[in-house]
């Protein structure tokens, strides 16, 4: 199985301890087990950004960097061993292991956690946190900046500033290694063979849950522990519910399938969606929409390269869209103004994509200085128009009403200017109707 190497996690930590004050320190929480049901848990997935500056997959932790410190720049609190427990839960790293496996130039047991930060806040001027979603370890820090104030007669000295780490860290998230599109290829080829599996096993009398159960077993099967997000399974007029959940409607002839969903291998994503008919044919009505939105998909990865601005593969994909509308007669009116006054919205109401990396709505900023940002070599992201005719809908013909169509790719920006990583799941008509034949 792909993974990390330990000396690409290093040299994300040595890139962040020069990007910030020489007297601060970083402070990041790893994610809590959680608990589903009595005895039971969910499957445990690390906190992001802390598994991107330590590879660490154990909940319980916390993990400090401090710039030029002596002892190490590194500090890693962790649950202690414990042979009993493991037999249960199976084996831990405890501190030997985490300096030895994961890079740590000190570690220590959690429960000494309250006695020590202390010791490594004193004298510090800046904290780093991730201040949107730690709030919990926002209170512990409480706590150990009064230890501090109560020895400032002992010439002790609290931080005084508190910054986000999201700027830093985000920004260099964005930004993916060849590591880390490997994993991503990895990931993404996996969930091209679920999808296909999909198109294969469709046919009428069956539930959408048994697609869902055809994507699980591919994903499982190539080694991914967990989905990337819930799969949508969403057939007939379901697929006009942009996040349907329930995926347990009966498969009818005559009507479309759309799925999107995407393994994560070593905690990184994939996101694929793909529209087919349950029937394996095309009806003329759903043919006509697919081809506008594969059309826009087409359109809108082509504007993906150095240079070109985030912004600018949604503007493509609009103006398709609102132009096809228009010719079916679905939309009235000219194609620009239709645009200004954004009346595809009733039919195309979501972004056009979206960044794609550890997390399936990848961090990293859409906007830099109030205008839509550039995009550079290494940035990943997802190009998935779509029209979704909601089967109320009493504005247009009712051969258009229930028809949902989606088409997502996961495109990476290169040096020259793209690469479709996901081009091995079919999305042609020809393609996806012989497939299914």
């Known amino acids: 199985m792909l993974t990390i190497p330990a000396k690409e996690f290093a040299q994300r930590r040595s890139f962040l301890l020069t990007h910030i004050e020489q007297d601060a320190v970083v402070i990041i929480k790893a994610a809590n087990s959680c608990e589903r049901n009595e005895g039971v848990e ?17 909940p319980e932790a916390l993990l400090v960097l401090i710039p030029n410190r002596v002892e190490g720049q590194f ?19 405890g501190q030997e292991g985490a300096i030895k496996n994961y ?12 006695n020590i930060m202390p010791q490594l806040l004193n004298g510090r001027s800046t904290i780093y946190l991730l201040m ?25 000295k609290p931080p005084q500033t508190f910054k986000a780490l999201e700027p830093i860290i985000h920004e260099m998230r964005l930004y993916k290694s060849s590591n880390e599109l490997a994993i991503m290829q990895y990931a993404m080829d996996i969930s091209a063979k679920a999808h296909i599996r999909a198109m294969q096993e469709c046919k009428a009398g069956l539930y959408e849950y048994t697609l869902d159960a055809a994507l699980e077993y ?3 099967k190539g080694g991914a522990r967990l989905v990337a997000y819930n799969s949508i399974v969403a057939s007939g007029a379901n ?3 942009l996040h349907y959940q329930e995926n347990n409607a009966q498969l009818k002839s005559g009507d479309l399938v759309m799925i999107d969903a995407g393994c994560e291998i070593a905690c990184y994503a994939s996101d694929i969606s793909r529209t087919f008919p349950v029937n394996g044919k095309f009806s003329a009505e759903q043919k006509a929409i697919y081809e506008i939105v594969l059309a826009a998909n087409l359109a809108a990865i082509e504007e993906v390269m150095p240079g070109k601005r985030y912004q600018d593969s ?31 919205s009733e039919f195309y109401m979501h972004s056009t994509g979206h960044w794609l990396g550890l997390d399936v709505h990848d961090v990293g900023a859409y906007l830099i200085s109030g205008k839509s940002r550039l995009l550079a070599e290494g940035m990943v992201l997802t190009i998935e128009p779509g029209i979704y005719i909601a089967p109320d809908n009493m504005q247009v013909d009712e051969c258009w009403r229930g028809i949902g169509v989606r088409i997502e790719d996961n495109v990476v920006v290169t040096a020259t200017g793209h690469k479709v990583m996901t081009d091995n799941t079919p999305k042609m008509l020809a393609d996806i109707e012989r497939l299914m034949a």
């Open 42 to 58: 969910y499957p445990f997935r690390q906190e992001s950004n802390f598994y991107y500056l330590s590879g660490f997959c154990e």
């Open 75 to 93: 500090i890693l609190f962790c649950r202690n061993r414990d042979p009993a427990l493991e037999i249960w839960t199976g084996l831990r790293a």
């Open 103 to 114: 890079g740590a130039d000190q570690a220590f047991s959690i429960t000494e956690l309250d």
């Open 132 to 156: 949107a979603t730690q709030q919990g370890l926002q209170q512990q820090l409480v706590g150990w900046l009064n230890v501090i104030r109560e020895k400032m007669r002992q010439h002790a």
């Open 218 to 220: 591919e994903f499982r």
């Open 239 to 241: 697929a006009c519910i």
């Open 314 to 344: 949604h503007n493509k994909a609009v103006e398709v869209i609102t132009k096809g509308l228009v010719e079916l007669g679905i939309l009235k009116g000219n194609v620009k103004t239709l645009i200004a006054n954004q009346a595809y």
